[in-house]
C-alpha cells in the first residue's frame, strides 16, 4: 500500500466511507479534462441523511490537473458520525455560476479510541432481545398498571420474532464484511477439479 499523506498517492473518488479523526485526502479525475482547475473551483457539499441541519463542506485545492480534497485529522474530529448524502460543484470562477456534477453518499464513521460501541444497530438490539429472554424465565408478568398508568410488554412470542429478525440482519452484516475483507461466506461455492 502506498503512503496515503502523500498527495500523489491519493486515491481517485469521493470514498464510500472515512472515519472520524482521520487524515482524509482525495481527488476527483473525472472533470479535470472539461473544468479547467485554474478557472474552476470545485466544493464537495454533504448533509446528513437524518434531516438534521449537519453539513460538511470541503472545497479542493489544484493538484496538477486535477481537483484534491484534504482534512486534517483536527478537522475531521468535529465530524458527526453518520450516513450522508453528498454533490459535487464545480463554480466558473469568473462569474460564480455553479452546476452540479456529481451526487452520492458516504458515511462517516466511529473512531473506536473514543470508547464508542463499534456494534452496528442490529447487533446492539440483538444483545438486548437475548438479555430479555434470558431474564423472562425469572419474571412472568406481561403488565403492570399503577395508580390508573399501564405497562404492557413483549410477549415471549414477539420477543422471538425480533430476536430472528436481528440474526438475520447480523448474518447479512457479518456475510457482507466477509465479502468485503475477501473472505469466503456459506453461499461461496468450492469446487474441485
Known amino acids: 500500500m502506498a503512503n496515503l499523506f ?3 498517492n491519493a486515491p481517485d473518488g469521493v470514498p464510500d466511507e472515512v472515519f472520524i479523526g ?3 485526502q482525495f481527488k476527483i479525475t473525472e472533470f479535470s479534462g472539461d473544468y479547467d482547475n485554474s478557472t474552476h473551483t470545485m466544493r464537495l457539499i454533504a448533509r446528513i441523511s437524518t434531516g438534521a441541519n449537519t453539513e460538511i463542506s470541503l472545497t479542493a485545492s489544484a493538484s496538477d490537473n486535477d481537483y484534491l480534497f ?3 485529522s483536527s478537522a475531521s474530529a468535529s465530524f458527526t458520525a453518520g450516513n450522508y448524502h453528498y454533490q459535487l460543484e464545480i463554480t466558473r470562477n469568473s462569474d460564480s455560476n455553479r452546476i452540479i456534477v456529481d451526487r452520492g453518499q458516504i458515511k462517516v464513521a466511529t473512531d473506536y479510541d473514543n470508547n464508542v460501541d463499534p456494534r452496528q444497530h442490529a447487533e446492539i438490539m440483538l444483545g438486548k ?3 430479555i ?3 423472562k424465565a425469572d419474571s412472568d408478568v406481561s403488565s403492570y398498571s399503577i395508580n390508573g398508568r399501564s405497562l404492557n410488554k413483549f410477549t415471549p412470542s414477539e420477543l422471538l420474532e425480533w430476536r430472528d429478525y436481528y440474526r438475520r440482519e447480523v448474518n447479512e452484516i457479518k456475510r457482507q464484511e ?3 475483507h475477501g473472505r469466503k461466506t456459506k453461499s461461496t461455492i468450492l469446487g474441485r477439479f
Open 6 to 8: 502523500d498527495s500523489a
Open 22 to 24: 482521520d487524515f482524509i
Open 70 to 72: 484534504s482534512v486534517a
Open 129 to 131: 432481545i437475548e438479555t
Open 133 to 135: 429472554l434470558e431474564g
Open 178 to 180: 466477509r465479502i468485503t
